[in-house]
């Protein structure tokens, strides 16, 4: 038996921001940035809920890959303030450190071991509108929240993974997507497509998963170079929308694999943003499991209309096309141009390998990873090698 798991309501489109105006209540507590805050949208999300009536209350401070201590110190300003809506906007990082707060504003004793462990139930206190501002981790729509871990020497990322922290609202509005940076752009929209990729061919994918996730491949494809190419493109940025939240909608139902396990260590080890971290690893990852899943591969190369003879052809046209979108929005296909020496990438990997074995999305993958793979995984990336 298989489930599909969303948020009650997902406003979605050019002007869905203004749904905020219609939400009953009496106090908000917007978690955010400070690039929000300076370009104005935290100050428009503010008056669209102040004149639906509510007071609000604002926690600008989040860093991209929030950590523990972000998490606790805008949980102390929530548990002051004691909102009956928490607004996070943003992207991954406010959305994900947004629904992290919830646990310690309803759970003021709770411990860490506890949210990601056994996370309770919320909503004794207050609801999560999730309001995205990138087009990649569809964090508005998912059931989890990544921390990341800075209490050791090595740093890395858990996830707290529950229905539960599904938003009650998610607003996917184009148009506050309009002044990401190409850079932003660009990571983001590969990770968005690496969450589709892992999906379709996640061991627990289902035809419901496969089929939004093949609409955010073709949407990846054909809009990212755009929306790169001309921020200010509405249309491309709509179907980059789309793609990120469909894609998120069907991993968070199916799982990932481990382009995020590999990933998520070049995060908190290197500092590369996580969704050029994805773009970076993907070539390589489906190489790996395409002894699994060539025909999952082949049947995403039909989507795009590649040409190829058979299975594990249209594996090598799908890699081909990865590389040459890389190549279209400016990412790098290797890690040394991360500015990663190879004395750096020879002191970390074996860490780097172990740690990406404990990583959740491992067990959803087409093909199960030993830790000597992972370490030839990521010397194939470091190298650019396939
Ligand atoms: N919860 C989930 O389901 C899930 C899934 C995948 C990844 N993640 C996590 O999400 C985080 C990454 O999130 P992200 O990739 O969305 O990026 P992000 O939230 O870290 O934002 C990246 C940068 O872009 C800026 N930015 C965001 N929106 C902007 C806009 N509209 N205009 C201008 N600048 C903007 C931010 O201020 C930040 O500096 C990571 O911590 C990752 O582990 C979560
Ligand atoms: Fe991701």
């Not at 805008?74 to 607004?87: E, L, R, Y």
Request: aromatic share 8%.
């Amino acid at each position: 038996m298989k489930g599909f798991r969303t948020p009650k309501d997902v406003v979605f489109g050019i002007g869905a921001l203004e749904y905020l105006k219609q939400v009953n209540g009496e106090k908000a507590f917007i978690v955010s940035d400070k690039v929000m805050k300076d370009i104005g949208s935290v100050d428009k999300v503010a008056s669209f809920l102040k004149e639906a009536g509510l007071s609000t209350e604002e926690f600008c401070e989040v860093m991209p890959d929030p950590d523990r201590d972000v998490v606790e110190k805008g949980a102390k300003k929530m548990q002051s303030f004691a909102p009956d809506w928490i607004v996070a906007l943003g992207g991954g990082s406010s959305i994900d450190a947004a629904k992290a707060m919830w646990y310690f504003y309803e759970y003021p004793d709770i411990t860490w071991e506890t949210v990601f462990t056994a996370p309770p139930a919320l909503r004794n206190k207050a609801k999560l509108i999730a309001i995205a501002t990138t087009s990649g981790t569809g964090s508005e729509v998912t059931c989890a929240s990544v921390v990341t871990n800075k209490l050791g020497k090595v740093h890395f990322k858990e996830v707290i993974a529950t229905p539960e922290i599904l938003s009650d609202i998610a607003i996917v509005d184009p148009e506050l997507m309009a002044s990401m940076p190409p850079k932003v752009t660009a990571a983001t929209g590969m990770d968005a497509l690496t969450h589709a990729i892992e999906s379709y061919t996640s061991i627990a994918t289902t035809v419901v998963d496969q089929a939004l996730a093949v609409s955010a491949i073709n949407n990846t494809f054909k809009y990212l170079p755009k929306a790169y190419a001309d921020g200010r493109n509405l249309v491309a940025r709509e179907a980059m929308a789309s793609a990120s939240m469909m894609a998120a909608m069907a991993f968070t139902n199916s799982f990932l694999g481990i382009v995020h396990a590999l990933a998520h260590q070049l995060g908190t080890e290197f500092g590369v943003p996580h969704g050029a971290a994805n773009s970076l690893m993907l070539p390589y990852v489906i190489n790996y499991n395409s002894i699994a899943c060539a025909d999952a591969y082949a049947e995403i190369a039909e989507a795009l209309n590649l040409d190829f003879e058979d299975d594990k052809d249209g594996t090598n046209k799908l890699i081909e096309a990865i590389f040459e979108l890389q190549n279209d929005i400016g990412l790098a296909s290797n890690l040394k141009d991360y500015g990663i020496t190879e004395t750096q990438f020879n002191a970390a990997v074996d860490t780097l390998s172990q740690n990406s074995m404990n990583d959740i999305t491992v067990h959803c993958n087409p093909r199960v990873p030993s830790i000597d793979d992972m370490k030839t995984l990521y010397t194939k990336a470091f190298s650019g090698e396939l």
